[in-house]
């Protein structure tokens, strides 16, 4: 674009004109330093920094995205939650289902072993955390032996019904109920020899007839406070463990 100027002074002398020409290079062509953008190149003017961006901080370009966030993802904590509680109440499973009749000891002592395997493989393997594979490997290993005969009384004491029997003269496991059946009682049911022939004592029975009755010396239906906690901190320590792996859950390194 060219535009012309007139000097008004040159004017007012006779004989005498001045003409002055002011060129404004356009848009988009080089200017006479050589400096500008073809028209047509496809390259832009450089991005500017946003406003209120601090000095010397670059103008992020347009097809670049911000770097990923540190926080856990929802997923993550929702598939490490569901791990930590589904593989310790499967444990407490296989012990409980331990002390049913009928070849159940076997089934549960399976249940248990796929149960070991499984943590160690999701955490350890999958989760490349060894060292909190192996210690939850342990307490889910631990937990059916404590956790299921707990279980098993505190069912029995619970919601069984209590009938009063008899040790039978000359035995110490031996007993008779009020209504003649008789039956032998192993440690299982909590009789390890400490009754004496002849004495009194309450068989709480499955209400469902299934499970073996669970005998003690007298009627009473606390379950004792030791085998509770020491149930509740394998459950705990499995948790955290299986919890604590999946949060911080490490990829493999390519081979």
Not at 40 to 68: C, L, M, N, Q, V
Not at 93 to 98: E, M, V
Request: hydrophobic share 40%; aromatic share 6%.
């Amino acid at each position: 674009m060219s535009t012309q100027q007139i000097n008004p002074s040159a004017q007012s002398r006779p004989g005498t004109s001045s003409v002055t020409v002011t060129i404004t290079p356009e848009k988009g062509r080089p200017d006479a330093a050589g400096q500008g953008t073809a028209a047509g190149s496809g390259t832009g003017p450089a991005p500017e920094p946003a406003a209120g961006a601090p000095a010397g901080t670059a103008a992020e370009a347009p097809g670049e995205r911000p770097a990923p966030s540190s926080a856990t993802p929802p997923r993550r904590i929702v598939n490490s939650l569901m791990w930590a509680v589904v593989l310790p109440l499967a444990a407490v499973a296989a012990g409980f289902l331990s002390q049913y009749p009928f070849g159940m000891l076997y089934l549960g002592i399976v249940v248990t072993l796929v149960v070991v395997a499984t943590t160690a493989v999701i955490a350890g393997a999958r989760w490349n955390r060894v060292i909190a594979a192996t210690l939850a490997s342990l307490c889910v290993f631990a937990l059916p032996f404590f956790a299921g005969p707990t279980a098993y009384q505190l069912y029995a004491e619970r919601l069984g019904h209590a009938v009063t029997a008899h040790i039978t003269p000359g035995t110490h496991c031996h007993v008779q109920d009020a209504t003649g059946a008789a039956e032998e009682l192993t440690e299982r049911q909590n009789c390890v020899g400490q009754f004496e022939p002849g004495q009194s004592v309450v068989l709480f029975r499955d209400p469902f007839g299934v499970l073996h009755p669970w005998v003690e010396p007298t009627g009473s239906r606390t379950v004792p406070s030791g085998s509770l906690a020491t149930s509740g901190v394998l459950f705990a320590l499995s948790t955290l463990l299986i919890l604590s792996a999946g949060l911080r859950r490490r990829t493999p390194p390519a081979s």
